[in-house]
């Protein structure tokens, strides 16, 4: 056996260590590198900034624990930015683990907004199965849809939902999206069939996915994708966090990532000559 | 006594965590212990938050407050019980009504919104004048986007042998699938890191403390 | 009776849903609304179905003492802590049986429901995906090769999105001249997602797309049955 | 007598103000929709307006305010409780800064109406009503016996090179059907796959392993594995413990495949089905293992590491193809010759559109413009 064929056939627990020390040194040591802002991300930013102040708008959180490392930077840079434009959030949820992670992203937002009351600046609709029927009916029928907030409340209580009975008064909708139902289902129906403004977060799994509705068409406004989009989203409102911190390990740790597959090749050409 | 609490659960978490990441050493006890915890939790979730969020304001308040304005409510409520019957298997075949009408409504709201969206709307976002761009770069690129998406189509299509001009563009087409898919992997790649750096910020800032928030 | 009837059932609400889109007059429009919302019933009775299966599977499993049979006790319990938890003291501001119970709430800081959710089951479910950044690191190594000319440009296309969606990409080509910007990392991943990636995407979402529609309409006639149980 | 002038000269400058304001209230049927919306519509070219409020009456007497929109809006859309052929009665009111009425209202009545066709929706009836056609027609024709060409797809020519090589080393082969249920298309395109894949392991005395993680898949799987072995004349041959069920657990399955692969070492490995993060690890294991590997799913985000790990993968729609091809089931034919044509008819479309657009003719991209 050669030295590389060795090489190949190390044990993978091996590879664990590396890529384990590979993201955690780098979390310690922060070197700060340079966040470069694109296109796509800009264009949410725009968005909810040209929203006129007291519009109603739908953040819907489709996403659980599992992808919480990059939905929730977005979820917490996205809500700021709407608050401070005055906006009126009108929080749901595909996904039930979504309600938990809403109230957690406003449990981290609301000290900077003492002003901001429940009820008349943002509700939390809670979660509702069904997925894309679901936002169907809602076109229709909205209030049928989610009769009470997450806490059993009527909605006629709350002032912010008054006059709201479908998609027409809303500004836009934002998804936070890790999978099916999601983004790819408020595309189809709030933009395609109802014609309101569709932009949102997703995971960097989806990216290439969503890409082909960032068009001129608009069928998506804009896409905040993975950790290094937050990252970019929190340069925008300027309120580096979470994702800004993380750049430099996920910057590492691709350098890890790359050398690994470059490594593995050389290998694999090498024995494949000597064979 | 909440902040002792607190404590309490992040050192829980971690410890957790750690069970989890054992399975990357091999599969133990530990892994399993933690498994089946994230299974119950899970299914305890889903099912108290489908109680409150969905058949109490949807279904039960509506007939418990109006029983007469709401009375139409008791077919899905009599859907949704036959759907329980599955878990009898002597008359699980009842359940095909239920089912019937949920695969009967998706069907009929994809077929319009898919094509709506994913062909139409992809086909309209094609039809551009490649040389109306701004600069040298994008009109490669529209020119660029246009050869991808036919070439890739035709890559899909099955009723023609791919040989000839007609394979030469299909093997276009692979190439253009090939490029996305690896940008795909690069996504994912940058997706699962990012997990992994939560965990990080997780045991090294909430637990040990050692990275300042 | 057994097949009929369910077969007619999807004919009949597909046609009516996909007419709707198309006839906004009585009755088709408002039909498909009122199905909306039993949709919405229906898919919450499935969950609650989806849960209960699984209990009643691992609880056959325990009775018959299957391999490893002891975790799925584990399971039960936790399924049975949350379920009463959440019953007695409610979720965030859903008041439970026991009302808010504020007494618990000092003690935890929280309902006991979302203790659980936030301290075990943000940290189980967000480990058990980050896993998969290991499982990628060793076979990024060991198996992701460049065999042949499709693979070849899969890893290349690959490893440039890598570099050019971090800040290590701006900063290793950050001194290119404006001239040369082209070469720049991040643009020449930009460059690969908005064109090169997003025709080979679209490509796969109208053949997919098709699928949908092709597999949506066979549905629909009642050729394909493969929903009703059974091949 | 001069106060009296002054007054005088002050009225007419302010009629002739008002008569000079652009003021307009008007209220349409909203077009295309089932009769339960309403157009508003004002123009407001007059300064002293601070604020607007519309109000609504359905019997011209009893006005309730429906909405405070903004001047520059210049039209709303009323959906609240609004039912077709009724006469509604609307009111415009002008308020100025201090917040008195400045003009009185401005009144207009209208009727909501419930089309029978969607105008907006033209472009998207046509299509559905060309491929539903096709694929019906194409089904049709299949039933009746047609034979419709489906293009050989090249992962399926290496099944018989994998079962001759596994039967030369005498190494089994490994068939993993994807973790989901029998309900998803994949799982039963791979097991189409499947069942020519175990009559050519029955012509060549070979072995397979086909490990589960669904009972509904396992008991599918055994019938159609035992069905091939009858097919190719060697019922005798079937063991029926080749067909086995491990768990339903995601990382357990793996962990179980794992394990089989790594004992039993097999010359081929085939992934046709539904796929989540596990591609990843049974590919590598398998990789390492050195065997051949044949893939196919339509997850969207696990074919790359298919593509990167295997010899070689059906790539989403052609998963289906494949299926089709093997089973020979009309309906599947047909559907995918539909399918067909629906691809043409995008492609020439589209290529006709850019020609229309590089000459500045833009009717048909309007035409398929969401409006």
């Known amino acids: 056996m050669s030295l590389f064929q060795k090489l190949i056939h190390i044990d993978r627990r091996i590879i664990f260590i590396l890529i384990f020390f590979g993201t955690a040194v780098p979390l310690l040591l922060v070197l700060n590198l340079p966040v470069e802002v694109t296109k796509n991300v800009k264009n949410v930013y725009k968005m909810v900034e040209e929203t006129p102040e007291g519009s109603p708008v739908i953040i819907s959180f489709d996403y659980d624990p599992s992808t919480k490392p990059e939905i929730q930077p977005m979820a917490v840079a996205i809500i700021q930015q709407s608050l401070r434009n005055k906006l009126k959030l009108i929080c749901i949820a595909l996904w039930p683990m979504g309600v938990q992670l809403c109230n957690e992203a406003f449990e981290q937002v609301l000290p900077l907004f003492p002003e901001v009351k429940y009820g008349i600046d943002y509700v939390n609709l809670g979660y509702k199965a069904g997925g894309m029927v679901t936002i169907n009916h809602m076109a229709k029928d909205l209030p049928s849809t989610f009769p009470t907030d997450a806490g059993g409340i009527p909605i006629d209580e709350f002032p912010i939902m008054k006059g709201i009975n479908n998609f027409s008064k809303i500004g836009f909708v934002v998804g936070l999206s890790a999978g099916d139902p999601g983004l790819k289902q408020w595309v189809m129906v709030v933009h395609d069939a109802y014609g309101r403004p569709v932009a949102g977060g997703s995971t960097a799994v989806q990216v290439p996915y969503l890409l082909p509705y960032v068009n001129e068409q608009q069928q998506l406004t804009g896409l905040v994708g993975g950790l290094k989009g937050a990252a970019e989203y929190e340069k925008l409102i300027n309120q580096p966090g979470f994702a800004t911190k993380g750049m430099d390990a996920q910057s590492v740790a691709h350098l890890i990532i790359i050398l690994l597959i470059v490594i593995g090749n050389v290998g694999f050409f090498i024995t494949k000559r000597t064979k | 006594m909440a902040l002792i609490m607190e404590r309490i659960g992040i050192w829980v978490g971690a410890i957790l965590t750690f069970a989890i990441f054992s399975f990357l050493y091999r599969d133990n006890p530990f892994y399993k212990i933690a498994e089946q915890i994230f299974i119950g939790i899970s299914a305890g979730y889903w099912f108290i938050y489908t109680i409150y969020n969905i058949l109490i304001p949807n279904l039960f308040t509506p007939l418990l407050t109006n029983f007469s304005a709401n009375l139409l409510l008791l077919l899905p409520a009599l859907l949704g019980i036959l759907m329980l019957c599955r878990l009898i298997p002597r008359i699980d075949w009842v359940s095909r009504y239920s089912i019937a009408l949920v695969v009967g409504t998706t069907a009929g709201l994809f077929f319009k919104r898919y094509l709506q969206s994913d062909v139409i709307n992809q086909m309209n976002a094609t039809m551009i004048n490649p040389f109306s761009a701004p600069d040298l770069a994008a009109t490669i690129g529209q020119l660029i986007l246009i050869i991808g998406t036919v070439t890739g189509i035709i890559y899909f299509f099955f009723s023609k042998k791919h040989e000839g001009v007609f394979g030469g563009t299909a093997r276009v087409g692979i190439f253009f699938l090939m490029i996305s898919f690896g940008a795909a992997f690069g996504y994912t790649v940058m997706a699962r890191i990012s997990l992994l750096i939560g965990r990080l910020d997780f045991l090294l800032g909430d637990w040990l403390g050692i990275i300042k928030p | 009776m057994r097949r009929q009837i369910p077969l007619f059932i999807t004919f009949f609400i597909g046609t009516i849903i996909l007419v709707s889109e198309f006839i906004p007059h009585k009755p088709f429009g408002n039909i498909s609304t009122t199905l909306g919302g039993w949709f919405l019933i229906i898919s919450g009775f499935a969950i609650i179905l989806g849960q209960l299966n699984l209990f009643k599977v691992n609880l056959t499993k325990i009775s018959r003492k299957a391999p490893n049979w002891q975790y799925y006790i584990i399971s039960l319990v936790c399924f049975l802590i949350m379920l009463v938890c959440g019953i007695l003291w409610g979720t965030l501001r859903q008041p439970g049986l026991l009302y808010n119970s504020e007494g618990l709430v000092a003690f935890f800081g929280l309902k006991p429901f979302d203790y659980i959710f936030k301290y075990l089951f943000e940290n189980l479910s967000a480990t058990m995906f980050s896993l998969l950044a290991f499982f990628m690191a060793s076979a990024s190594y060991r198996a992701f090769r460049a065999r042949n000319a499709e693979s070849t440009l899969l890893l290349v296309a690959a490893v440039l999105v890598m570099l050019g969606r971090t800040t290590i990409g701006s900063t290793l080509t950050g001194w290119i001249p404006d001239s040369l910007t082209y070469l720049h990392l991040p643009n020449i991943a930009n460059f690969i997602m908005e064109y090169l990636n997003t025709a080979g995407q679209r490509a796969i979402m109208i053949c997919a797309g098709l699928g949908v529609i092709g597999s949506s309409l066979r549905i629909i006639l009642g050729i394909e049955r493969s929903y009703l149980g059974g091949r | ?371």
Request: charged share 20%; hydrophobic share 45%.
């Open chain 4, 1 to 371: 007598m001069k106060i009296f002038y002054l007054f005088f000269i002050y009225f007419f400058i302010c009629a002739y103000c008002l008569l000079a304001q652009e003021i307009s209230f008007t209220a349409e049927d909203n077009p295309n929709d089932d009769g339960t919306g309403i157009i508003l519509m004002w123009k407001i070219e007059e300064e002293n307006v601070e604020k607007i409020i519309i109000e609504r009456s359905s019997d011209g007497t009893n006005f309730i305010e429906i909405a405070n929109p903004m001047i520059s809006d210049e039209q709303y859309l009323d959906v609240q409780d609004i039912k077709p052929n009724i006469k509604y009665f609307y009111q415009l009111n002008l308020y100025n800064r201090n917040g008195e009425e400045i003009i009185s209202p401005l009144q207009t009545t209208v009727f909501a109406k419930a089309e029978w066709f969607n105008s907006n929706r033209y472009p998207l009836f046509l299509m559905t009503v060309l491929l539903a056609f096709a694929i019906i027609y194409y089904i049709v024709s299949a039933r009746k016996g047609k034979h419709l060409f489906i293009r050989r797809i090249s992962g399926l020519e290496t099944i018989e090179e994998a079962v001759g090589r596994a039967t030369e080393l005498g190494k089994p082969l490994l068939f993993v059907p994807g973790i989901l249920d029998l309900d998803d298309m994949q799982t039963l395109a791979g097991l189409n796959i499947l069942s020519h894949l175990a009559q050519k392991v029955a012509q060549y005395e070979s072995t397979l392993y086909v490990p589960v993680c669904r009972s509904m898949v396992l008991s599918t799987a055994k019938e159609i594995v035992k069905e091939s072995y009858l097919k190719a004349g060697r019922p005798d041959a079937f063991n029926p413990d080749s067909v086995f069920y491990l768990t339903d657990d995601q990382f357990g399955y793996v962990a179980g495949v794992d394990g089989i692969i790594m004992r039993e070492k097999p010359a081929a490995n085939f992934y046709l089905g539904a796929f989540y993060a596990e591609s990843l690890i049974l590919a590598e294991t398998g990789f390492e293992s050195g065997a051949i590997q044949i893939a196919g799913t339509a997850m969207p985000s696990q074919i790359p590491f298919f593509v990167a790990a295997c010899d070689y993968t059906l790539i989403g729609e052609e998963l289906f193809a494949a299926s089709a091809y093997l089973s020979n089931e009309p309906a599947q034919l047909g559907s995918l010759k539909g399918q067909d044509v629906g691809k043409a008819i995008i492609i020439i479309t589209f290529l006709a559109g850019i020609v229309l657009e590089m000459f500045g003719i833009h009717f048909l991209k309007e035409f398929f413009t969401m409006h």
